[in-house]
């Protein structure tokens, strides 16, 4: 039984009501969830699963379940599952996964900065990178941070769509990112759209806007090898 993604459709939703269907050695399996599960470089979320009897159980991880389209809800060493069929509502950390939105959408704009071959990359709560294969670079932090500030001040819309496996492989030059492909076999694949600047396959949570993001800053560029430069991007909190 797969597991109805909430979030995929509503990024925003910070809970929803669920149905115990049992257990995998990864965690513990909903029929529908708001948690998103590790993958795409964005970690997994956290938050708790609160029972009829007021009591809520920690989840510490969200993984890719066993099965194909499931999601496993890892929990704290010791507790005690509830049986299949329990119903609760899964609640996720709301606050660390609006920054993996904010970041997430932050490096597709760095990717629209530095229209370069993406071969790694990871969302952090703090702070993100890509790595990016660039021949000859020569890269200016105070010069990055300004061009990615101002794409975070357009507000422009961010959206989703999907199109055909058939599509895509028609069109190779939305894929990015080297190091993961996006997943095909299923039919379709979701593509996300920041208007006018970025189109790629993604599977991730993000803002609804670019506003949304906030200031930021190249905080490190370093040579990872010949042509290959990590650029780490970090949130610029308000004062």
Known sequence: MATELVFRNDPYARSCQAAVVGMDSRGLVLDRTVFYPTG??????TGVLRL???SALRVSDALKGEAPDTVAHV??????PPTPGTRLTAEIDWERRHRHMRMHTCLHLLSAVLPYPVTGGQVGADRGRLDFDIPEA???KEELTRKLNELVA???AVSQRWISDAELAAQPELVKT???KPPTGQGKVRLIEVAG?????CGGTHVARTGEIGKVEVAKIEKKGRINRRVVVAFVEAE
């Open 40 to 45: 795409g470089g964005q970690p997994g979320d």
């Open 52 to 54: 009829a009897d007021g």
């Open 75 to 80: 929990l704290e060493p010791g507790t005690t």
């Open 138 to 140: 020569i890269l200016e």
């Open 154 to 156: 357009r507000d422009d």
């Open 178 to 180: 080297m190091a993961v």
């Open 197 to 201: 600047l970025d189109l790629q396959p």
